[in-house]
Structure formats: structure tokens, C-alpha cells
């Protein structure tokens, strides 16, 4: 069995570990206010209304909980790439430890402030450094690639 050690993989491991502990976070802050609010967790009143029923800064948490695993997965889905083509070193692991970075500071700024045009600069951001990411992984594809 061949093992995959590129160092890429360290910035995904802990963008996934990052990930739970907001799932922690969320948890914590969201099942106590459910209790002071006397929610009553009926199945037949869609999520939305019963959770629209808490504090925003309850729900700042899972908001940023769903945002973890949306456009994450393209990142993972580069890193492995990399990972698979014996790349991830060098400036794509820059690249990758920005994304993190960026994608950690956006949850703290969502889950304790939230100012919307912060939060958006935080993404931008991010996503500029997902897009040269992935444009070096299809130069790299493509200059392996027969």
C-alpha cells in the first residue's frame, strides 16, 4: 500500500478539525438557548421558523457551521489533488494555510461580530486564495498530464 504524505494534507486535517470544533461551538451556545427560549422542538414546524426563534448570536454559529461545508469542499477537493499528484508544498501549501486562515477568521468574525462587509472582504478574500489554488493544480495538471 503506497502512503500519501504531502504536507497539503496537514491545512485540510485542520480546516476539518477547525470545522467540528464550530459544531461544538454551535452546539453548546444553540441547545442552552433552545432551553431559555422553551422551544418546543415540534417535527412538523420547519427548522427555519423554530431556530429563527433564537438570538442572532446564537444563530451566527450555524450559520457559519452550513458556510464551513459549502465552499470548503472545493478546497479539500484541490488540496487532494495535489496531494494525489505528489504536489503540495511550496507556495500551494502557502496558498492552502491562507485558505485556513482566512476561512478561521471569517467564523470567529461571523460567530462574535458579524458585520456583514467585514465577513464579506474575509470571503472574498478567501476565495481569491482558493482560485489561485486551483489554477496552480490545473498548470500542474496540465503539464503532467500527456
Known amino acids: 500500500m503506497t502512503v500519501i504524505a504531502s504536507p497539503i494534507l496537514f491545512p485540510v ?8 470544533l464550530m459544531w461544538l461551538w454551535m452546539y453548546a451556545t444553540r441547545l442552552p438557548a433552545i432551553s431559555r427560549a422553551g422551544i418546543d422542538l415540534d417535527p412538523t414546524v420547519p ?3 423554530l431556530m429563527g ?12 457551521y452550513n458556510h464551513l461545508m459549502e ?17 503540495g508544498n511550496g ?5 492552502a494555510w491562507g485558505y485556513v486562515g482566512l476561512r478561521v477568521a471569517h ?3 461571523q460567530a462574535l461580530i458579524n458585520k456583514i462587509e467585514v465577513r464579506f472582504m474575509i470571503f472574498t478574500l478567501s476565495t481569491l486564495v482558493l482560485f489561485a489554488l ?3 493544480t490545473l498548470i500542474t495538471l496540465t503539464l503532467t498530464i500527456d
Do not use: H, M
Open 13 to 20: 486535517t485542520v480546516l476539518v478539525a477547525w470545522s467540528l
Open 47 to 49: 427548522p427555519p421558523e
Open 53 to 64: 426563534r433564537l438570538p442572532a448570536r446564537v444563530r451566527w454559529k450555524a450559520d457559519n
Open 71 to 87: 465552499q470548503p469542499t472545493l478546497f479539500y477537493a484541490i488540496c487532494l489533488t495535489q496531494a494525489l499528484l505528489g504536489q
Open 91 to 95: 507556495a500551494d501549501l502557502w496558498l
Open 107 to 109: 467564523s470567529l468574525f
Open 134 to 136: 486551483t489554477i496552480r
